[in-house]
Nanobody, 119 residues
Framework: QVQFVESGGGLVQPGGSLRLSCVTS????????MAWYRQAPGKQRELVAL???????HFADSVRGRFTISREDAENTAYLQMNSLKPEDTATYYC?????????????WGQGTQVTVSS
């Protein structure tokens, strides 16, 4: 029943920035760790960033230092601030929650939001 709706993607030039938003349905957002994933054409979905319930964050090596993940529990929203974007960041970005067993909260990944980095 939980749904995650991503937004904020778009077309940017290398070096540009985007802020992605993930709005979560329901009233249990604060119990989840939240994660951003991305999937490029022909590639496996990969974990980009994770924010735990206590605010601790983790990043993929490829984005560390450029991306920031945050959450606003009162708004049931997680964010991914992406700076210094590179063409290799081009992908569809998805969010999902992780429960106490670190399993995905939903099996439905939806449409995600597309990020294209190109000159």
């Amino acid at each position: 029943q939980v749904q995650f709706v991503e937004s904020g993607g778009g077309l940017v030039q290398p070096g540009g920035s985007l802020r992605l938003s993930c709005v979560t349905s329901g009233s249990m957002f604060s119990i989840y760790a939240m994660a951003w994933y991305r999937q490029a054409p022909g590639k496996q979905r990969e974990l980009v960033a994770l924010i735990q319930r206590d605010g601790n964050t983790h990043f993929a090596d490829s984005v560390r230092g450029r991306f920031t993940i945050s959450r606003e529990d009162a708004e049931n929203t997680a964010y991914l601030q992406m700076n210094s974007l590179k063409p290799e960041d081009t992908a569809t970005y998805y969010c999902n929650g992780l429960d106490f067993g670190y399993q995905h909260v939903t099996d439905y990944w939806g449409q995600g939001t597309q990020v294209t980095v190109s000159s």
